[in-house]
T-cell receptor, first 114, second 111 residues
Framework: EAAVTQSPRNKVAVTGGKVTLSCNQTNNHNNMYWYRQDTGHGLRLIHYSYGAGSTEKGDIPDGYKASRPSQENFSLILELATPSQTSVYFC?????????????FGHGTKLSVL | GDSVTQTEGQVALSEEDFLTIHCNYSASGYPALFWYVQYPGEGPQFLFRASRDKEKGSSRGFEATYDKGTTSFHLRKASVQESDSAVYYCALGPNTNKVVFGTGTRLQVLP
């Protein structure tokens, strides 16, 4: 079974602090994604990657950076966290190219920025 | 750009009721269409997909038919159970690698 693991599961950060959310996948999928989930907005794409060394901006990239050092790992970085970034963040890997792609999600990271 | 519009907010039903969650899409070309389900405390998980007109996708008693004429992919289940309580997302896969999700519909099934 495809596996995507996120850490930490919960995080409390202070405004202006740096936050790093980590994601590891054992699916050997090329594509990986970071989403945030907010009531009324559903899942919104922050950054994605086509493979090691690649990162691309999604629909809401402002205030976020991403890093893909290897096939397995994809991190989301908040250099200067703000309360508006309080949300639940999901990492996913994708099993195919193009329109048929099926996504496998982790369990999510609940981030609170105080 | 590509978008998905689905039944907003929450749907409350009793066990054994019939379920319909509406999903309409706007996209160029010929997208694939998906339903994902998210149970409390978990990430979304793939339910099923369809990739051509009139194709029916199904899983766990849920089904939806790709209708290119009405640009729809409505989720239906004949008899819901309390265990079906979850958030359901309609999504489309355009010709890029970026899946587009709807805003989600929360289903609450009362015993």
């Amino acid at each position: 079974e495809a596996a995507v693991t996120q850490s930490p599961r919960n995080k409390v950060a202070v405004t202006g602090g740096k936050v790093t959310l980590s994601c590891n996948q054992t699916n050997n999928h090329n594509n990986m994604y970071w989403y945030r989930q907010d009531t009324g907005h559903g899942l919104r794409l922050i950054h994605y990657s086509y493979g090691a060394g690649s990162t691309e901006k999604g629909d809401i990239p402002d205030g976020y950076k991403a890093s893909r050092p290897s096939q397995e790992n994809f991190s989301l970085i908040l250099e200067l966290a703000t309360p508006s970034q309080t949300s639940v963040y999901f990492c996913a890997s994708g099993d195919a190219e193009g329109r048929y792609e099926r996504l496998f999600f982790g369990h999510g990271t609940k981030l609170s920025v105080l | 750009g590509d978008s998905v519009t689905q039944t907003e907010g929450q749907v409350a039903l009793s066990e054994e009721d019939f379920l319909t969650i509406h999903c309409n899409y706007s996209a160029s070309g010929y997208p694939a269409l998906f339903w994902y389900v998210q149970y409390p405390g978990e990430g979304p998980q793939f339910l099923f997909r369809a990739s051509r007109d009139k194709e029916k996708g199904s899983s766990r008693g849920f089904e939806a038919t790709y209708d290119k004429g009405t640009t729809s992919f409505h989720l239906r289940k004949a008899s819901v159970q309390e265990s079906d309580s979850a958030v359901y997302y309609c999504a489309l896969g355009p010709n890029t690698n970026k899946v587009v999700f709807g805003t989600g519909t929360r289903l609450q099934v009362l015993p």
